[in-house]
Nanobody
Framework: QVQVVESGGGLMQAGGSLRLSCAAS????????MGWYRQAPGKQRELVAV???????DYADSAKGRFTISRDNAKKMVYLQMNSLKPEDTAVYYC?????????WGKGTLVTVSS
């Protein structure tokens, strides 16, 4: 069984920084992509950032220049460094990991940014 668990969310003032972490455990191997999505109240889930094998990355326009995604393959972990946070970054942030065509999701961590 595969578990994906996020951590690092919380309450932050606008302009501050947070670092989200996500760890996978269980029978998950050869993770080809790791990503972060978010879902704000009343909105659809959207991609924030993704990192592939070889460390190529892709970011939502809203995240470019402020967020940085990184991964540690040996630890099966992915991170999201979020700087210059804005109130519109308030959302539940979900981690996902892809292995052999299957996407595994965490339950999310809440990030709240106050103005």
């Amino acid at each position: 069984q595969v578990q994906v668990v996020e951590s690092g969310g919380g309450l932050m003032q606008a302009g501050g920084s947070l670092r989200l972490s996500c760890a996978a455990s269980g029978s998950i191997f050869a993770i080809s992509a790791m990503g972060w999505y978010r879902q704000a109240p009343g909105k659809q889930r959207e991609l924030v950032a993704v990192i592939f094998n070889g460390d190529s990355t892709d970011y939502a326009d809203s995240a470019k220049g402020r967020f940085t995604i990184s991964r540690d393959n040996a630890k099966k972990m992915v991170y999201l460094q979020m700087n210059s946070l804005k109130p519109e970054d308030t959302a539940v942030y979900y981690c996902t990991m892809r292995s052999f065509g299957t996407d595994y999701w965490g339950k999310g961590t809440l990030v709240t940014v106050s103005s």
